[in-house]
């Protein structure tokens, strides 16, 4: 039986909704950020192939401890990555077009959506 390795990321208060996502490693980087006016390391970019898709997410701890090909689930909020940073951070493109196939309105007021992915690929 495969081992399935779980990130926690940080979910601001305010989220409602956890999301697990499992997938196999694809590439795995550290990343900075300055804390304080200091740089320091701030956690890992892992790309995961899931359900033959590609996702990015930020885990803690140093990116040596992640194996390419190995399975492993981070669970946290689903946020997009604004455009500017595409062109200002070491990202692995992983754009894609998606349709919304269904929308849902939750007791809450907020809304569940289920994406597909579109036949065409995300301009650069």
Same mark, same amino acid.
């Given at each position: 039986?495969?081992?399935?390795?779980?990130?926690?990321? +940080? %979910?601001?208060? #305010?989220?409602?909704?956890?999301? !697990?996502?499992?997938? =196999?490693?694809?590439?795995?980087?550290?990343? /900075? &950020?300055?804390?304080?006016?200091?740089?320091?390391?701030?956690?890992?970019?892992?790309?995961? +192939? %899931?359900?033959? #898709?590609?996702?990015?997410?930020? !885990?803690?701890?140093? =990116?040596?401890?992640?194996?390419?090909?190995? /399975? &492993?689930?981070?669970?946290?909020?689903?946020?997009?990555?604004?455009?500017?940073?595409?062109? +200002?951070?070491?990202?692995?493109?992983?754009?894609?077009?998606?349709?919304?196939?269904?929308?849902?309105?939750?007791?809450?007021?907020?809304?569940?959506?289920?994406?597909?992915?579109?036949?065409?690929?995300?301009?650069?």
């Amino acid at each position: 039986m495969d081992s399935v390795r779980r990130f926690e990321t +940080s %979910v601001p208060p #305010e989220a409602s909704s956890e999301y !697990v996502m499992t997938g =196999a490693v694809i590439s795995a980087a550290d990343f /900075r &950020v300055a804390r304080r006016s200091r740089p320091g390391h701030g956690g890992t970019d892992v790309v995961l +192939s %899931v359900g033959g #898709e590609l996702v990015q997410a930020q !885990v803690p701890g140093p =990116a040596s401890t992640l194996i390419v090909g190995a /399975r &492993v689930a981070v669970a946290g909020e689903v946020t997009l990555i604004p455009d500017h940073e595409w062109g +200002s951070f070491p990202l692995v493109d992983t754009r894609r077009r998606w349709l919304i196939a269904d929308v849902r309105t939750l007791g809450d007021g907020e809304y569940f959506l289920l994406l597909d992915p579109a036949a065409e690929p995300a301009e650069s």
